[in-house]
């Protein structure tokens, strides 16, 4: 049986004035503070008597009755000045006493119930709007604040939300003052968790405000879908109309479409309709794209497709839509089909979350950790609720497949709310080819009332997206797995339990299987211990992390008196699931839990861990050993990966091991100019060397049909002696929003990095731009991530600077006592 859907997506407007619309950064000027959770006079008089109510205390923006806080004349001088997106929680200390329970998921920061003074924050704008904007429809909105935010303008409570992980928006325009200054304040209380993992705290996706007629195109723009046949793309629009004003009008919609060189290449009108005061309309219309372009991961090819809204002949409104012409299938024999080709998912979980900023990722941080993950092999992404507009449009640019999914599962309003937010907001990125519904509700996943409740959620999704499949990501491990979630999915999605996939699918031949989250591992960049477990070798953090590779039973190891359960699990091992899938057609594909390490969720660890160590790559986007794996047989250029330091003084003639992956045939091995032989490397395996340790050099040779094709080396370096620093990008946009992330190496005489350095580097910024936040990726570090200074971790940091508005250079200088610094500049001005 073969699935088929073939469907077309867009990337919303960007921000810009197109004709009437204007879709406005309101990502600056932002003041924060912390308030309190039950102290009235700390949280600024929040809950005081009646203040909650709508406006019946007359307040105005200069003066009047309401919550101080929320008024113009509040004095808030004393307030940080900060840019959305923001997590104040990256400023918070830790605390190792906390409650296991608590601190085990969310990294031991000191927000939560535990803390009143730390768990809700205040946010405050001032914002001008102009004396001609009356009349018009102003909407603010956010695509997301974690959690439960309550919103004022001018004092007048607007309304509030309850989730972290779906945006919303509210019109203001009958509470502003046009021509004069205004105020919108924000009260986000994160006391509450809705995950088990680090959340973050604040307004940690980006906030806009949209200008419009009261008669205008819908703010989600049109839906897009095509059908593709005989060299061209049919594209249906469907365009819903919003007359929010107080008389009929006469409307008609037009559509342009223009190709990445600015060509028209279609174009369309509809039919004139009278839509009546306060109603709304949808506009079907059909466009003809002759030889598209399509949107693949090699090549992601858009188009852009201008709408425009008229009564007679004026324009009312417009909305421009980056889009992406392309085809999707599922099959249960086959797998996935991208534009007709089959596509083996190398999927990785993430989550919203990286050094230096908390869970406030701008998008070209986003940009950044994408393109880290495209040179491992991955092409495609999974978390555990929405993505943000800005990590889809960063898909979308750089051609990352998505599955998106929701964070509440349930039939209740709320829950069946969140799905048609998202669908009805992401369902045009051409990046996205999936929706989850849900993942490992334990209590519901197989049994009748998970079955009730997907049922709707499927159709849920199906009602506001009829162009893709949706699936969960469901647990086996050995109970009624054919009920409940699978009755009702398009897709069966299997949580790890490999030991039931086969089966599965031999009892439900027609329907697709896709890996939603598979096995991972727990270990520490750049630390190596050596245990004896069954004559196992095991990489260990040192803290209570270890994977072995030559063992995937479950079992513990004691090493330094830690006690750790070993994460290449009997059924999930990392080894084992890259081969299990990749021998299997049938299978769509995979996704790895996870990408990057994330803070929280430190099991099977114990404090002072106060971060995962699942991921390939580090918090700092430092890859492990066991990210050379995937890449090894992920992608199709030769990798080559000695999983070790050789600093092991004391350890003169001593046995030690060396972990390899890599992808060639055969590997050999010298140490110090003599050859230790050569070992042949199976498909999808590993090879683990056992030699006796002498300090000098070990070098690994690749070979493929016989001809050497690429090597690594290690070194035994000497003492830390100087700093080098090596930025992404040395060119940065004067947009106020650009990153780069600048990687730090402690370096010994020879230019080689010194694998255990541990030295502390002070970071100085000139110019017009700051210093973002740091990290090292030692899953123990106590340090706070916004402090301009960090402790190198196994001989590496990174610093995040941002650009400012003002064209000109921006240095960034990096020190260390004893050590030679160094320094960067950047040019301003794209």
Known sequence: ???????????????????????????????????????????????????????????????????????????????????????????????????????NRYGYKVVGREYPETSIGWYRKNFKIEKGDEGKRLVVEFDGVFRNSMLWVNGFYIGRHWSGYSGFSFDISDFLVYGEENIITLRVDATLHEGWFYEG????????????????????????????????????LSTTIQNEDFEDKVVFVKHEIFDANGKRVAKGQSGKVLLKKRKEKVFEQKLKVNAPNLWSVEHPNRYLLVTRLYS??????????????????????????????????????????????????????HCYRLKLLKEMGVNAVRSHYPFSKSMLNACDSLGMLVMDETRTAGSTPDALGQVKWMVANHRNHPSIIIWS????????????????????????????????????????????????????????????????????????????????????????????????????????DGLGGYYMPEDEEEGTIEVQGHLAANMVRSNSGAYRTVKFYAERPWLAGSFLWTGFDYNGEVYPSKKPNNSSQFGAMDLCGFPKPLYYHYQSWWTDKPVLKMAQHWNWQGMEGKDISVLIHSNCDEIELFLNGQSLGKKKLEKYGYLNWNLKYAPGNLIALGYKN?????????????????????????????????????????????????????????????????????????????????????????????????????????????????????????????
Not at 8 to 21: E, P
Not at 532 to 539: L, S, T, V, Y
Not at 716 to 731: E, H, I, R
Not at 782 to 796: C, L, T, V, W
Request: with cysteine; glycine share 12%; net charge negative.
């Open 706 to 830: 016989g001809e050497k094709v690429i090597e690594d080396k290690l070194v035994t370096t000497g003492s830390p002696f100087k700093l080098k620093l090596t930025p992404d990008k040395t060119t940065l946009k004067t947009d106020g929003k650009d990153v780069s992330v600048i990687k730090v190496e402690v370096l010994d005489k020879d230019g080689n990095i010194v694998p255990l350095a541990g030295n502390k580097i002070k970071f100085e910024i000139e110019g017009d731009g700051k210093i973002l936040g740091t990290g090292n990726g030692n899953p123990s570090s106590p340090e706070i991530d916004s402090k301009p200074y960090r402790k190198a971790f196994n001989g590496k940091a990174i610093v995040l600077i941002q650009a400012g508005y003002n064209k000109g250079e921006i240095k960034i200088s990096a020190y260390s006592e004893s050590l030679e610094g160094d320094e960067i500049i950047f040019n301003k001005g794209i």
């Open 312 to 365: 007679g002949t004026t324009l009312l409104d417009s909305y421009k839509t980056k889009f992406g012409i392309r085809s999707l299938e599922f099959t249960a024999d086959n797998g996935f089909f991208l534009n007709g080709k089959r596509v083996q998912l190398n999927g990785v979980c993430i989550h919203q979350n990286f050094a230096g900023v908390g869970s406030a990722l701008s998008e070209a941080l």
């Open 1 to 103: 049986m073969r699935i088929l859907f073939i469907s077309i997506a867009f990337l919303v407007a960007s921000f810009g004035t197109f004709a009437q619309r204007e879709i406005l950064d309101f990502n600056q000027g932002w003041k924060f503070h912390l308030g309190h959770s039950f102290d009235i006079d700390k949280d600024f008089g929040f809950g005081s008597g009646t203040q909650l109510q709508f406006a019946k205390l007359e307040p105005s923006p200069y003066g009047g009755h309401g919550i101080p806080a929320t008024l113009l004349r509040f004095d808030d001088s004393g307030w940080k000045d900060i840019q959305i997106p923001h997590d104040w929680t990256v400023d918070l200390p830790y605390d190792f006493e906390q409650d296991e329970r608590i601190g």
């Open 201 to 236: 705290a604040g307004i940690n996706k980006e906030v806009c405000l949209i200008k419009t007629t009261p008669l205008h195109i819908a703010d989600v723009g049109p839906y897009i879908r095509t059908s593709i046949a005989n060299g061209h793309a049919q594209v249906g």
């Open 437 to 540: 519904m849900a993942n490992e509700e334990g209590g519901t996943q197989r049994n009748i009332i998970g079955r009730r409740y997907m049922k709707k959620m499927v159709a849920e999704a199906h009602k506001y997206d009829s162009t893709r499949l949706v699936t969960a990501g469901v647990n086996a491990w050995g109970s009624k797995v054919d009920f409940g979630f699978a009755q009702e999915i398009d897709v069966m999605g299997f949580n790890y339990s490999l030991d039931f996939i086969d089966e599965y699918h031999k009892n439900h031949p027609n329907q697709p299987v896709i890996g939603t989250e598979v096995g991972n591992a727990t270990v520490t960049r750049g630390f190596y211990e050596f245990a004896e477990d069954n004559n196992a070798f095991a990489i260990s």
